[in-house]
């Protein structure tokens, strides 16, 4: 891990997301990430065909705008688009429009869980800007381009150097991909290429103000990457500093296969971009009234929803909030649960005291159980259990109506078969048998088969209760409720002379 006593260790992240949009950011292309066939969603605008222009993407604005409120940021009024020029094969403008001077987004910040509690981490800058295409590098020593990607709407988000460890850098990302899906912004899946990251990092003697010569890291794919460059690069410019040599400025690529970085170029400066306003673009102005109206179409956010979640239903343990605040969709899922529970509380008159109980008992089948019948796949399971019969499941096991054994097998019958819970308790005689002399009978027939077990009971060995209370339970397949067995059993030994 990060052990270091000399350095501190400072990291500021540069984040791509690609924008969740129909068409691409200055043409009417598809935006398709799934597209298989290459250089099918391309046109002479996204092309770089001379005598072209560009068109903004008013669902991309719309949704950086968004971004950028739900990050605590300031939103531009006056806002312009910059041609960033560069060569390279997949850049057939020969330029990116990007944003130089007026990000669409400024000064914001996102709350984190940082190594001393939560931690405020600055937002430098949220602006637009548009993907470049595809190298496709064959195993034949050639290398081909699929432009689909050449134009899609990229939404790139700059941090200040606040992290200090990998742990703060994969919270903020996870939390930002959480945000980014919650606003429908972004499906800011790290394998497709929708979310790409790039770590700055730098180290500096303890206590120092100046920062050092810092090193930035492309190429992460994953979180595990992400974690593991930022670890690589604090053992490599450790080492380096230590040993009184100088950290270079430049571009690494994280190495998957060898779990290493690599240079790859020195950095460029931005004036080397040639940065220059876009002539074909006039500037954007942003209106108050549709910043206010994006305002009213944000939803809930992840942070909101952990704090409701806790106080409304109780949920104390973390690892099932973050299931139910990862999967959006599971987590209506529960709440529609939750509702059909307090209807099913006044229905069997069961004191609203209760709920909490009632309501961790659910959280255990359904994050458990169900996802188990699911192989994992976690979902709204709205079109395989209702969440009525759900709720009325969780009645049956609290009010010991079912064992936790019938409940499995009863629970399963419901998933394969959307069936509610007291159909198949009936269909497969799985009810529980209340009727006293039934259970004298199975008791007295136990009893009878165990002449050895009872007489070392009476002899004073206690465990002999305990194996004839087994033997019970096997003999009426666990449909007599323990309590009632173990209370019934006491009374026919005694009896026993
Ligand atoms: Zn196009």
Redesign the pocket.
Known sequence: MEKNNKYDVVIGLEIHLKSKTKS?M????LNNTDEKNPNV???????GHPGTLPLINEEAINNIIKLGLSLNCDISSYTKFDRKNYFYPDLPKGYQISQFDFPVCKDGYLDIRGEKGVKLIRINRIHQEEDAGRLVHADNDVSMVDFNR??VSLIELVTEPDFNSAAEVINFVKELQLISRYLNVSDANMEKGEMRIEVNLSLKKKGEKKLGTKAEVKNLNSFKSVERAILFEIERQSNLLDKGEKIIQETRGFHDAKQITLSQRSKEESHEYRYFPEPDLPPLEIAKERISKLKGEIPELPQEKRHRFEAEFGIKDKKILEIFIENKKFGEYFEKVATEILDWMNCEKIGESKYFDLIKLSCNYLTSDLIGLAKGEITDFSNKISPENFAEFTILVFKGDINSKIAKIVLKDMYDWGSDPSHVIESKGLKQIDDEEEIKRIIKEVLDCNDSAVMDYKKGKLASFQFLIGQIMAKSKGKIKPDKAREALSEELENIK
Do not use: E, L, T
């Open positions: 691409k200055f043409c009417s292309c969603n391309i046109c002479p605008v996204c092309m050449a134009g």
